[in-house]
Every structure is written in C-alpha cells, then in structure tokens.
C-alpha cells in the first residue's frame, strides 16, 4: 500500500461518502420536482429529513481504517470514516508479538498527549492498561549569563504546527488529524498535526550456538508532533516498542536565538506520567539502587519503598530509577508487576536558582512522585489549570507534595520526570541568514525510558525457551 493511499485514506472516504450523498440528493430533487407546486411543504420536509440521515449515516457507521501496513507492525486508526465521528481519537498497533491502543490529544499549552495506553504481549490474551495520561508539563530554558529565562511552552494554547506529507519517510508513514468534541460527536482537525511512522530497529535478540544461529530483529512505532515556540520548533514523540516499552522524547531543533546566537544554554523538558496499572489504584513505588562496597569490588542491588508523596534523584553511580508496580498483580514468578523509568541517553543535569522569588524550586530535583488527586491534572481550576492557563511548576507541583501515603489516595501514582540537555552552539549552528536568523540547528534529545519490570512471564519478542545446548 502506498503512502499516498495510507494517509489520505479516510479523507478520500469522505470525499467519496459526500459525492455519493450530493448525487443522491440531486436525484431526490430531479424525481420530486413535479411535486413541487402542488405539495411544496411535504417535499421539503421529506428533503430534510433525508438529507439528515444521509449526513447522519456516517456517525452510525463507525469503521476502523489501516493507514499503516508495514512488514513489521500495522497501525489502524479506530472510528475513521465519516465527517461526524463517534469517539476520540484512538490507534492500535498491531506487532507481532506484542499489541498497543492508546489515545492522542491536544493538551492545550502543553502540545501532543498520550491517554488510556495499554498494553498486550507475552503471556496476556488481552490489552493492560498502564498509564491514564502522559505528556509535557512545560520546557523551562534558562541561559548560562541569565540574560533570557523561558518557558517555552507559556506562549498560548494550541501551538501545534502541521504535519507535511514530506515530513514523512518513503514508505510506512501516515498523517494523522485530532479532533474536536463538537455537538455529541467528533470532528477532525483542518490540518494533520500527527506522524506516525512504522521504523525498523535492528536486532532485538539473537542467540550463536554452534548449529543453532537464530535472531530476531523488531521494529517501532513512532508518533510525533511538533510544538512551535517561536524560533525553537520542539518534536514531542512518543515511541512504542514491541517488547512492551515507551521512549519519551522532547527535540530541540528550529534556529538560535536572534541577538543571542552564541548563547549556551539549556532546555529542560518537563514530564508528567499519570499511571494506573491494570486500571487499579493499587500501585506503589521503589527506587532501585546498586551500590558497590568501599573497595568497589561487589556490589549490592536494592529495591527501596516509596512510602509517600516525594522528590527522587537520579544517581549514575547506582544505576537507580523509580519502579511503580502493582501491590497485588503476580505473574507466574510470584513476582510483583510493573514498570521501570530510566534515564534516556542522558548527558548532564541542570540545576538552577534555589531562590523561591525566581519560582525554579522545582528544578532541584529530578524526579517527583505524587498521587493522582483530583484537580490535580492540569485541567482544574486556578493553579490546577495549568495545562491551559500558564503556571511556573512553583505552583502547582510543590502544592501536590503534601507527604501523603503513595497510592492512599488520587487515581493512580505520578511521576514527573525533569530530562536536561545543555546546547552550546557551535559553528553549525551560525550560518547567517536572512533577518538575522542563524541556521538550523541539528535536534537535541531528552528524556527518559519505560520499560517492563516483571511485566511478562517471558520473552515478550518470541525467543526460545533455550538457546542452543
């Protein structure tokens, strides 16, 4: 299938439904026309009531379309026919070891949002739900000299910029439109403002035994988006894994700063992971620890509860990362189920001012884990509204730590996840343009990793039980 064919696949459908329906209606009108003068109320009424339901056909017939179809995944879009939709925007991908359905949505100040993503490999006969909502909080970028202090995602509600076809690869991409409640039904964007695109990786497992040689390379799916912050064009993408993982990523590309082209400086994407493991409250959190002795010659690896509401910190030398994890879900181990959060290819941390009147305490920590509290989402009211009203984290995030037991309350546990990488422009950066505009600068990636902790009972990508004798 081409990828002409894939993207356009339901526009071209409506296209097709509305010829067909303006045709009919031209019919109706050419067969009554006799009629008219002589029951002119009656053959409007029936016009009406016909042309209702012939606008009306699409929303009762709600039908899932495949726009990508690749040799390693399939993504369908759900519900994507019709000018009226029934439901929100929703895709599944179809590996072939392992299934997604997930939801994407426009959080207002925030750009491109994961909802109700769940999960099925291994030993599951049917999709896991793992996190409720997940996205950007905001992109704090201060200046080495303090000349310029931004929050980039502080411009506005809905900075989504379009997606171009040419954005797309060759082969295995597809446009995507969001869409809007409207009237009891949905209604697509003007513009695509999503990517998808089916990549291959390389291998994901492979075993060299003497006459026994066997592999198994595997593929991603990648949905991405862009956030226009004026000269900084910032690529939210999500990447599904088939061994059951997200990658969450924030890129920083566009041009440097006019007036201030040499700057370093460093950008700080600032998540929030709303989960809800099997769609039950029951979760808790650890951090997990290596530590070597005084000789750093053993060592010894620890999974230390989270008892409450509180700021983690990422240390290198201990390999640690937070765990959140059902309280009750085994799986045939005995082993409690989860997931992990990892650094992702992570070269530095910023720390900033430690004054409170400069509202950046938040930043003196990496990682925070609270309850998922009503109100508390970003789409309250005053400063719990700060997916579409601007608020520093200051004042919200530092309100949500009120030491309560984790998962005692709320709906699910929290984590926000602070990921820094530092720019120091180089050369590259610097070829002059026309109003006084650098040139493009090559993307810098940040964030962070999750990944299945005990989550499947084996393999999850088809590796045999045993590798060679």
């Avoid at 989270?306 to 030398?317: A, F, G, R």
């Amino acid at each position: 299938m081409s990828l002409a064919s894939v993207s356009l696949a339901p526009m071209l459908s409506t296209l097709f439904f509305l010829t067909i329906t303006g045709l009919s209606l031209t019919a109706i009108l050419l067969a009554v026309q006799p009629l008219w003068k002589r029951h002119a109320h009656l053959v409007v009424a029936g016009s009406v009531t016909l042309a209702v339901c012939f606008l009306a056909l699409p929303a009762a017939q709600a039908t899932d379309v495949v726009i990508i179809n690749g040799a390693g995944c399939q993504v369908t879009e759900e519900d994507a026919v019709g000018i009226f939709l029934h439901n929100d925007l929703y895709l599944r991908i179809d590996f072939t070891d392992s299934h997604w359905r997930f939801g994407l949505r426009n959080q207002g100040m925030k750009g491109l949002s994961l909802v109700d993503v769940g999960v099925q490999a291994a030993q599951f006969t049917t999709k896991q739900y793992i996190i409720k909502h997940a996205g950007l909080a905001d992109m704090f970028v201060p200046y080495d000299d303090r000349s310029h202090t931004y929050y980039d995602m502080s411009f506005g509600n809905n900075r989504m910029d379009q997606i171009d076809a040419a954005d797309l690869p060759a082969q295995n991409g597809a446009l995507v439109f969001l869409r809007t409640s409207t009237g009891g039904h949905y209604v697509r964007d003007s513009v695509p403002k999503v990517a998808v695109e089916c990549r291959e990786v390389g291998v994901g497992w492979l075993c060299k035994e003497p006459g026994h040689h066997v592999r198994r390379r595997i593929h991603d799916v990648v949905i991405w988006a862009v956030y226009d912050a004026f000269n900084y064009d910032y690529i939210i993408q999500y990447t599904f894994h088939e061994d059951g993982g997200i990658s969450f990523r924030d890129g920083a590309t566009g041009y440097n700063l006019p007036g201030g082209t040499s700057k370093p400086h460093v950008h700080n994407p600032f998540w929030r992971v709303s989960t809800k493991l099997f769609n039950r409250t029951d979760n808790q959190a650890l951090e997990f620890v290596h530590v070597e002795d005084s000789q750093g010659y053993i060592a010894t690896d620890s999974e230390l509860p989270i008892p409450t509401e509180t700021s983690v910190d990422w240390n290198p030398l201990q390999f640690s990362s937070v765990m959140i994890q059902s309280a009750t879900q085994t799986n045939d181990y005995g082993h409690l189920m989860g997931y992990e959060f990892l650094p992702g290819d992570r070269t530095g941390t910023g720390r900033f001012s430690q004054r409170s009147q400069d509202q950046e305490m938040w930043t003196q920590h990496d990682e925070y884990l609270t309850n998922d509290n009503p109100g508390e989402d970003g789409s309250g009211s005053g400063t719990n509204n700060w997916r579409y009203t601007w608020y520093s984290p200051d004042n919200y995030l530092l309100n949500y730590l009120n030491g309560q037991p984790l998962g005692g309350t709320g709906d699910g546990i929290v984590l926000w996840y602070i990921s820094s990488v530092h720019h120091e422009p180089t050369d590259a950066d610097n070829q002059q343009g026309s109003g006084n505009r650098t040139g493009i600068t090559l993307i810098h990636w940040a964030g962070f990793d999750m990944e299945p902790h005990n989550l499947f009972d084996y393999n999850p990508l088809g590796g045999p039980p045993n590798c060679g004798q």
